[in-house]
């Protein structure tokens, strides 16, 4: 079945530090992929999101991009803030969403 | 800006007590959704709805679970006799369209605690 692989955290960085966060998926369609992100205590909010091989999504300084040939959607942000600290879920969707196991990021300052 | 809502937000129940959890979907959403994510793990798939029907349903989705759009705004889910194992946050979600690229839309969940 379909499925989406996330890397383990935490990932604990230094602010400004450079942020990657990797995702790879199995899907037998088209999916569409998505970024969502979680802060302490609250639900979930769509960051970012790409529906076609190549597209590029963004978001707050966030990007990914869908590649198909590696089916991968790897969420990058080039200096990260304190406030950015939360989980990340990577998902793709064919009608339900699918999420990885989501990656919880820490910024100190 | 529309948003989903969802009540409560903290429910506390007895094991085996019954317990239902209400969404508000966005108004003009057809298609509607609920997902659950026990603490720390992620976030899974229970079941769709549309057009007061089931449209899928996952593995955990037994025949203890049952949706129900009673009136036309809101959306639930029932749990008939809760276990331990079903303490965990609840999200209902929303869109106005199944193709993939279609936002889901989340409300903030429902944190359920069973005893």
């Known amino acids: 079945g379909d499925s989406v692989t996330q890397m383990e955290g935490p990932v604990t960085l230094s602010e400004e530090a450079f942020l990657t966060i990797n995702c790879t998926y199995t899907a037998t369609g088209y999916p569409s992929l998505f970024w969502y992100v979680q802060y302490p205590g609250e639900g979930l909010q769509l960051l970012l999101k790409?529906?076609?091989?190549?597209d590029k999504g963004s978001n707050k300084g966030f990007e990914a991009t869908y590649r198909k040939e590696t089916t991968s959607f790897h969420l990058e942000k080039g200096s990260v803030q304190v406030s950015d600290s939360a989980v990340y879920f990577c998902?793709?969707?064919?009608?339900?969403?699918?999420f990885g196991t989501g990656t919880r990021l820490q910024v100190f300052p | 800006e529309p948003e989903v809502t969802q009540t409560p937000s903290h429910q506390v129940t007895q094991m085996g007590q019954e317990v239902i959890l209400r969404c508000v979907p966005i108004s003009n959403h057809l298609y509607f959704y609920w997902y659950r994510q026990i603490l720390g793990q992620k976030v899974e798939f229970l079941v769709s709805?549309?057009?007061?029907?089931?449209?899928?349903k996952s593995e955990i989705f037994d025949d203890q679970f049952s949706v129900e759009r009673p009136d036309g705004s809101n959306f639930t889910l029932k749990i008939r006799s809760t276990k331990l194992e079903d303490s965990a946050m609840y999200f209902c979600a929303s869109t106005s369209s199944p193709d993939s690229y279609n936002e889901q839309f989340f409300g903030p969940g429902t944190r359920l605690t069973v005893l």
């Open positions: 790409a529906t076609k091989a190549d």
């Open positions: 709805f549309y057009n007061n029907e089931i449209s899928e």
């Open positions: 998902a793709l969707r064919t009608d339900k969403l699918i």
